[in-house]
């Protein structure tokens, strides 16, 4: 088995040196940039009692077998973490390449890489051809997404991140982006420290604008692109976009609002009202305006949305269940169409 291991790595490096990638100069008036992945993105690496470390996540060849062993957790109450059943196992997350080996390719030794494997490996190829360059302007964030997001260990660790990418990009303002729990995880850390301010670009929506915006937090454009979860981070239309936000290059010549589904918020409000002490009301009213091509004759835009507002009425019982729950939705669209839906 130990030989056909080294046979496959030996493939394996073979077969990267024979790569062949488009060779950019780092740009450095570029702001720097922090990868974060969402859950099952960071490579984790189990320790045992006499040092010897192995990858455990994520690997192909007996899998199962050392998941069941170093990987399988169990909750901790005392602590509030989540640990390994064996207690002489210690789960780390490598920092090698300032933190984006980890999330690069989960496992390096595959022959062919997969899909399923590839984390943020086109994101990072495609931002290093920006210019982008790794440990000076663009760095990444792995963490051990077993534990809660609220876990001090995992805090500490990213604003120890972002003060390392800091210092070493001279001191520019740091650009988040993260994917799926990632921006979970760093609304968490928004939400805790309000200065410095960052800037976070969400990947997939798990930090919707409604959620930024509640917590005090800019939102700045929401994007819809057809991709599901995890393609969204090699998709080449999120790449486009992306390189015409962070600035990286000469302004995108095709970047046009119209057609790449950006929707600016212009208001959001958030209001209680409890007149019972039974009775707990809250209403939310969001403004939005839908950059598209007027053309209220036609069927193709008659039903974009202008304006939503939704009001939720609760009333807890004494069993602590909701008694009764009420919403209504209304939609104006540019063309003065009306819709009022109750529920």
């Not at 994917?179 to 928004?190: E, I, T």
């Not at 015409?244 to 600016?264: M, Q, R, S, T």
């Not at 958030?270 to 009775?279: L, Q």
Request: hydrophobic share 40%; glycine share 8%; aromatic share 8%.
């Amino acid at each position: 088995m130990a030989v056909l291991d080294e046979l496959i790595r030996s493939i394996e490096l073979w077969m990267r040196a024979s790569r062949k990638h488009d060779v950019t100069a780092p740009n450095p008036e570029l702001d720097p940039v922090l990868l974060v992945p969402g859950i099952g993105g960071s490579m984790l690496n189990a320790i045992d009692e006499n040092g010897k470390t192995e990858r455990v996540w994520v690997r192909i060849f007996g899998a199962d077998h050392e998941f069941r062993t170093k990987l399988w957790p169990r909750f901790d109450p005392s602590s509030g973490k989540t640990i390994s059943v064996d207690e002489k196992i210690k789960i780390e997350v490598p920092e090698d390449r300032h933190g984006l080996y980890a999330i690069d390719v989960l496992d390096p030794d595959m022959i062919i890489e997969s899909e399923g494997v590839c984390y943020y490996h086109d994101m990072i190829v495609e931002m290093i051809k920006w210019g982008y360059q790794e440990g000076k302007t663009l760095f990444g964030f792995g963490y051990d997404f077993r534990q809660s997001n609220r876990l001090q260990e995992t805090l500490d660790r990213f604003a120890s991140k972002l003060e390392s990418a800091y210092a070493s990009s001279g001191g520019k303002k740091i650009n988040v982006v993260t994917h799926s729990m990632g921006g979970l995880l760093v609304k968490c850390f928004m939400a805790l420290h309000t200065e410095p301010k960052y800037i976070c670009v969400n990947g997939d929506g798990t930090v919707p604008v409604e959620s930024a915006k509640a917590d005090g937090l800019d939102a700045i454009a929401r994007v819809g692109v057809p991709a599901d979860h995890r393609g969204i981070i090699c998709n080449r239309h999120v790449f486009r976009i992306l390189k015409h936000w962070l600035k990286a290059g000469e302004p995108d010549p095709f970047y046009n609002p119209l057609n790449d589904f950006v929707i600016l918020p212009t208001a959001f409000e958030v209001g209680n009202d409890n007149k019972d002490a039974d009775i707990h009301v809250t209403s939310v009213k969001e403004d939005w305006q839908l950059l598209f091509q007027n053309n209220c004759q036609g069927n193709n835009n008659d039903d974009l949305l202008a304006m939503v507002g939704s009001l939720s009425v609760s009333s807890e019982g004494k069993d602590g269940l909701t008694d009764e729950a009420h919403a209504t939705v209304v939609v104006q669209t540019d063309c003065g169409k009306h819709v009022e839906v109750s529920d």
